[in-house]
């Protein structure tokens, strides 16, 4: 009997499915961001390939996939003087604050002071 796998991104390390029994069956679901997804797990699937082995693979446990949830991986915000302001606009006092929430998804806590500064703060 030969062993049926599915990987993903041509990757052979990257194995979403396995069966000894010669045949393998795996679902994926389209998210919001119009990427394929495997249940349980937030990697990207742009490609699969299905694989077919004489020699079972070695019963060596794979160490999971960590990716970061995609909420989690936005850059920071860039800070913006005004752009050709008037007699009565300036810059303010700009400070933004990065935190996670519960659910882990990065959240950008932005305070604007009215007074008037030369430059833009800038914290991470």
Same mark, same amino acid.
């Given at each position: 009997?030969?062993? #049926? =796998?599915?990987? #993903?991104?041509? =990757? ?7 069966? +000894?029994?010669?045949?393998?069956? *795996?679902?994926?679901? /389209? ?18 390939? /299905?694989?077919? $082995?004489?020699? @079972?693979? @070695?019963?060596?446990?794979?160490? +999971? =996939?960590?990716?970061?949830? @995609? ?7 860039? #800070? !913006? $003087? ?6 009565? !606009? ?14 882990? /998804? $990065?959240?950008?806590?932005? *305070? ?7 430059? *833009?703060?800038?914290? #991470?």
């Amino acid at each position: 009997m030969q062993t #049926a =796998i599915i990987y #993903a991104n041509g =990757i052979k390390t990257n194995l979403l499915a396995m069966s +000894p029994t010669g045949m393998v069956q *795996l679902t994926l679901t /389209c998210d919001d961001n119009i990427h394929w997804k495997v249940s349980k797990s937030m990697a990207n699937v742009w490609n699969v390939t /299905c694989l077919l $082995r004489d020699i @079972p693979i @070695p019963t060596t446990p794979l160490p +999971p =996939i960590t990716t970061p949830i @995609p909420c989690s991986t936005c850059l920071n915000i860039r #800070a !913006e $003087r005004v752009k050709n302001p008037s007699l009565t !606009e300036g810059d303010g006092k700009l400070v933004i604050t990065y935190m996670q929430n519960q659910l882990g /998804c $990065r959240v950008a806590q932005i *305070l604007c002071n009215a007074s008037v500064v030369s430059g *833009l703060d800038h914290f #991470a």
